[in-house]
């Protein structure tokens, strides 16, 4: 028999009785295929994955390694395996509904796995396409960044697909698929088979009623829900009328002039972790704990009197939603009844080596109620899309009953800046490493080139990528949150929400010689001013450049919602101002630098006297992992004091700022005009000696008050007995 004659009597119909054992056998395993080699791309990945933690040497690799988060990946990388079964099996399904559309049977198994494992592949292919046109960051590392073939390909995809259009496109190929598939499955099934199809069918369908957001219980009408929307790293000035930023945020520009702008606005922490801890309990960190990203739990216990609490208290339910960066919800007790974020550090890390082994489950699992299901795709950084948070906010308050207090958290624009499409195409030209985030390569690479910034800092060409990068990130977000505001007044909520718009902290881009990113130091450092937003009912549009704190916005929200007051706030409610009253007396504001990865080399660059304190290096085992369910990255309790002692300090009161500079000799103290010199570059010490004796006063004051024992006495000996004055509330100057 000759080979072309073997090959149609194997593909030729044959009935069942005629095949022998072995064929019968072989079979089902060829109509496998497809189940077969998803796994197997699923278990190839996982290998390379574990590979790179055995052998690399990039920090998220290495942490996993050292801190024996081995099982952790694993069970994370074990559950994703679900999503590739799934498409295996209805690639094989579908290929098998296809074949009996016509009339014979075939030789089971081979022309099922042919067709099936074709699908699989069209599928795979169209959801490369979609994710390099979407999320260019997630694949430019195996992509673009390997140059050649590959670097044309994502360069093609990027300049000439919609991810909109495709998907629309492939949506309507794959139902159509599905319907042809169910369509032979009834055809050529027999009364079981049939069964088992409706059945699926019907089963399918509850499936889909069940997932789709059903709406809440009837509102209440004695209290309004109350929407806070976190814009991570959002500069003051982006919703200036003709700013660099303007044509980034149109949305929050049209909303800031329907409502109430705040632009004297401070956060005493320009990170994360202390930011969100400020506002969510109306205390400044010295007070909460929360001083640094990675704390203890130990440290932390006031966040336990919150907003979430409060508005409970009140008969709200509460919820926080958010990408990567949310972290400090789950990780700190605040007590949200619903929680859709990252789980916590710890998971950042494991999440982000295993997603870089299956990136494609980023563009399968994408819908609320799969990101549910699959928690990891809210953990991965270049996997961020601002319109995944829009999705499960908007799920979110359809499911829950009025009022509510609701978090919503963006993170795309913070480091390394991930703008998505159609701002990813916006490349102004650029071809360098960095096209798709401010820096290739792994996490660590990312932080050495975000922070110490040698490339962005020689090259003109780097540093105008960075600001694209960021303005294209920033265009991301506004646009999605504009879908988040039009949603809410489509469901009928806009009337009866208190909508607040702000940035945690702002964001440096190596502006007046400053660093990049933000909470890094004490001058030349303006990502300790946020812009704030604020419509509610019956509030007239209007701009305040009220100096007001962070902490400020917790007693205020809670007004704005008629709800009493609890004691032992630090902040103070500021309704009565955005209802038109009169400002409230200007207080001292006490700022302090967080954590920064290349300590010694930001420290002196910043203070070049060689005398500077600085944070231990991560090498120096500063961060350690504390047990608990889940696990929380946090400093090393050795480590801790020096921490504290090393943080750079800053006082704003009137248009007068006082930075302290911790040395080995004690701790400099530099005086700046903030309103004629906004980036804190001449220091007035020396020629305004008695507006220095006063504003030291203040300082220690503050500090004493807040309770904040980590202070070192002035360097210059002339000033230290007033770090011993007894505190007195003062006037602004």
Same mark, same amino acid.
């Given at each position: ?17 005629? !095949? ?8 089902? /395993? ?51 395996? /679900? =999503? ?41 292919? +169209? ?43 492939? %949506? ?73 930023? %303007? ?8 909303? +800031? ?16 972790? =202390?930011? /969100? ?21 130990? #440290? ?10 409060? $508005? ?24 949200? @009844? ?35 299901? $699959? ?8 996997? @961020?899309?601002?319109?995944? /948070? ?13 009022? $509510? ?114 909470? #890094?130091? +004490? ?31 917790? =007693? ?8 009493? !007051? ?7 409610? $500021? ?42 290096? !991560?090498? %120096? ?45 004690? +701790? ?66």
């Amino acid at each position: 028999m000759t080979a072309s004659r073997s090959c149609r009597v194997l593909l030729d119909y044959t009935p069942a009785a005629r !095949l022998t054992p072995v064929r019968r056998a072989i079979g089902p /395993v060829l109509a496998l295929s497809p189940v077969i080699l998803a796994l197997g791309l699923w278990a190839a990945g996982s290998a390379a994955v574990l590979h790179a933690v055995l052998t690399r040497g990039d920090y998220v690799m290495d942490e996993v390694r050292r801190h024996g988060l081995v099982v952790v990946l694993l069970q994370k990388m074990a559950w994703l395996a /679900v =999503p590739y079964l799934v498409l295996g099996l209805a690639c094989s399904l579908a290929a098998l509904g296809l074949l009996r559309l016509r009339r014979r049977q075939r030789n089971p198994g081979l022309a099922e796995g042919v067709l099936g494992t074709v699908l699989l592949c069209c599928a795979l292919a +169209a959801t490369l396409v979609h994710g390099i046109a979407e999320r260019p960051a997630l694949f430019g590392g195996l992509f673009y960044g390997k140059g050649g073939m590959r670097k044309a390909l994502q360069l093609a995809i990027e300049h000439h697909v919609s991810p909109d259009t495709f998907g629309a496109a492939v %949506e309507a190929a794959s139902l159509a698929i599905l319907l042809l598939a169910v369509g032979g499955a009834l055809r050529r099934s027999r009364r079981p088979g049939r069964w088992a199809a409706g059945l699926l069918l019907g089963v399918g369908a509850c499936f889909l009623v069940l997932a789709w957001p059903h709406p809440a219980r009837r509102p209440r009408a004695d209290h309004p829900n109350v929407l806070l929307v976190f814009v991570d790293s959002l500069r003051e000035d982006a919703l200036d009328e003709g700013s660099l930023w %303007e044509g980034a945020t149109p949305e929050m520009r049209a909303l +800031a002039r329907s409502a109430v702008r705040l632009r004297g606005v401070r956060t005493p922490v320009a990170r994360t972790f =202390p930011s /969100v801890a400020t506002l969510l309990t109306g205390l400044h960190p010295v007070q909460h704990g929360v001083r640094v990203t990675y704390v203890s739990t130990t #440290e932390c216990a006031p966040v336990r009197r919150s907003l979430p609490r409060w $508005f409970a208290s009140g008969g709200y339910t509460s919820a926080a939603v958010s990408g990567y960066c949310g972290a400090p919800f789950p990780d700190l007790d605040f007590g949200f @009844s619903v929680r859709r974020c990252a789980r916590s550090e710890i998971d950042l890390v494991t999440s982000i080596a295993a997603l870089r082994g299956h990136p494609w489950t980023v563009v399968w699992l994408r819908s609320p109620w799969l990101r549910r299901l $699959f928690p990891t795709m809210r953990e991965g950084v270049e996997c @961020s899309h601002p319109d995944d /948070v829009t999705d499960e906010a908007i799920a979110t308050w359809r499911a829950m009953p009025e009022p $509510f207090f609701m978090v919503a958290f963006y993170d795309n624009a913070h480091l390394p800046y991930l703008p998505v499409w159609p701002d990813a195409r916006d490349t102004g030209g650029y071809e360098g490493p960095n096209r798709y985030e401010i820096s290739a390569g792994d996490l660590l690479e990312q932080v050495v080139a975000g922070e110490a910034s040698p490339l962005q800092r020689a090259n003109a060409t780097e540093l105008a990528n960075a600001k694209r990068l960021y303005a294209g990130a920033v265009r991301g977000v506004d646009r999605s949150l504009g879908r988040l505001l039009r949603s809410l007044a489509e469901d009928g909520l806009d009337r009866r929400t208190v909508v607040v718009v702000l940035g945690d902290h702002g964001e440096n881009l190596l502006d007046a010689g400053g660093p990049l990113a933000h909470g #890094e130091a +004490a001058e030349r450092d303006r990502s300790y001013e946020i812009p704030v937003v604020v419509r509610a009912p019956g509030l007239l549009p209007r701009v305040l450049d009220d100096r007001l704190g962070l902490h400020d916005l917790a =007693p205020t929200l809670l007004e704005l919602a008629g709800l009493s !007051l609890p004691a032992g706030l630090e902040g103070r409610s $500021f309704a009565g101002r955005l209802r038109g009253g009169p400002s409230l007396p200007e207080r001292p504001l006490v700022m302090e630098t967080d954590l920064w990865w290349l300590a010694r080399d930001t420290v002196d660059r910043m203070d070049p006297s060689g005398r500077g304190l600085a944070y231990p290096r !991560l090498e %120096e085992r500063l961060l350690a992992i504390e047990p608990g369910d889940p696990p929380h990255i946090v400093v090393a309790p050795k480590w801790r004091q020096a921490v504290l002692r090393a943080k750079q300090r800053r006082l704003d009161f009137g248009p007068w700022t006082l930075t302290y500079l911790p040395r080995t000799t004690g +701790a400099s103290l530099r005086l700046y005009r903030r309103d004629l010199d906004p980036w804190l570059t001449r220091d007035l010490g020396p020629s305004e000696p008695a507006r220095l004796a006063e504003m030291t006063t203040l300082l220690y004051g503050e500090m004493a008050r807040l309770g904040d024992r980590h202070v070192l006495e002035p360097e210059d000996e002339s000033l230290r007995p007033l770090a011993t004055t007894p505190y007195k509330p003062a006037r602004a100057p």
